[in-house]
Each structure stands twice: as C-alpha cells, then as structure tokens.
C-alpha cells in the first residue's frame, strides 16, 4: 500500500495529514489539488490518477494516460515491462486558469485533461527533435536530464537547461522568475532564471544532505523565505517538466 501526505498550512509545518491508498495500489509520486482546493489529486504506479473525494467515499479514478489499458491487466500492477501499455504518472499541475490537469507520463510525454478527468491528450513528446527518455525518472550515473518548458499557446517545447544529473521536479517561483530543479544524482537545488539580469543562466541554489525527489509547498510563499528555513520551495503551477 501507498501514503499520501500534505500540509495545507504555510504557517505551521508540525501540522501533517496522511492518507491510506486503497489496497494494491503503490508509488504514489506527485500530488496536486484544483482550483477549488478539491483533492488531493495523486499518481500511482499502475498508471491511473486519483482523487481523494474525503473521509466516507475515498479515492475514485480520476483519469489515465494510455488508451490501451485495460482494468483487468493495469489495475493494481507493479511490473515494469506493463509500463509501456498501462504508463506511469509521475508529475501533475494544474492550470488555475482552466482547470486542466497537466500530467507528465514517464513513457509518453507531456498530456492534459480537462477538469472532469477521462483520458489524457498527449501533448509533446519531444523536445527540440530528441525524443522524452523517462519524464521526471532517475537513472543513476548520466548527466543526460534536462529541465523542459510547454509553452499552451505555442504549442513548443523548449530545452531550459541541459546536462543535468537525475533531474527531478521542477516547480517555479510564485512570482514566476525562477524555476528550481532537483538534481537528485548530485544531491542539489538548481536555479534557473526566467527573467531579470539572470534570465536565461543557472547556479547552485542549494547542496542538500540526502536525495531531493519532488519540489512541492504551499503556493503564495516564496523559495526566498522558505529557503531560510528548510529548504524548499513554493508550489508550481506552470506545465513545466523534468527529464532524466
């Protein structure tokens, strides 16, 4: 079985709620909650999306990636080699202006759909004409990863940083001029610019004492307070994604 765990309350971090999946289900990995505050909306293993409804109804299927799986096959799965038909979820965001849910799928790319869930439209699965790997995945000993930008309107992907060790994450800044990306190989925090003086350029934010996998908080704090703090950073909103 999986926990789900998440603080809704900037200013007091002892302040934890944790949820059980339903049996059989494992590796939930990024959770997100609607423009309503509905939720939380998580990614499991087998490749579905769920929606926690609250204490008496649970989680329900909100949403999958892969117009082959089938319920019979994927439902409740662990095998890697179903990867390819029943897919995997690693990252979600949503669109606060839409109420889309933008789903990174480790196998086939960069989807949305629309506020009632159903099945994902594939929306990129390249960048720059090289082929997603493993979206948000990690695979010690490359420095393959890159930091990737979907731009709605355009319709383009494009290629933020490169060369970077298991990336992991991302999630921008609430003012939206940065973006912090997660090496998880090299136990870091990178920050890439947006806009500024910097805009375009990278450093080190953070050296962390053990492996960072997702970036995720509360969405009206800064990186800049929280850094003082813990660490971490703001929520992101924006469909951005990571590739190893």
Known sequence: ???VGWNLCASNYSSFSMIQLPPNMTGPESVAFNFLGGGPYVGVADGRILKWLGLGFGFVEFATTSPKRTKELCD???DPDLGPIC???PGLSFNYATGELYIVDAYFGLQVVGFRGGLGTVLATAAEGIPFRFLSGNQPNESTGRLLKYNPRTKQVTVLLAGLASAIGPAVSAN????LVSEYQLRRLQKFYLT?????TSE???NLPGSQAKLRGPPQ??????RQKSGAGSGAHNPNGAEV
Not at 196 to 200: I, Q, R, S, T
Not at 221 to 226: A, L, P, Q
């Open 1 to 3: 079985m999986g926990l």
């Open 76 to 78: 409740g799965t662990t």
């Open 87 to 89: 897919r995997r979820p």
């Open 176 to 179: 939206n001029t940065f973006v």
């Open 196 to 200: 500024g003086p910097k805009a375009n």
């Open 204 to 206: 080190v934010f953070l």
């Open 221 to 226: 704090e800064t990186f800049g307070s929280r």
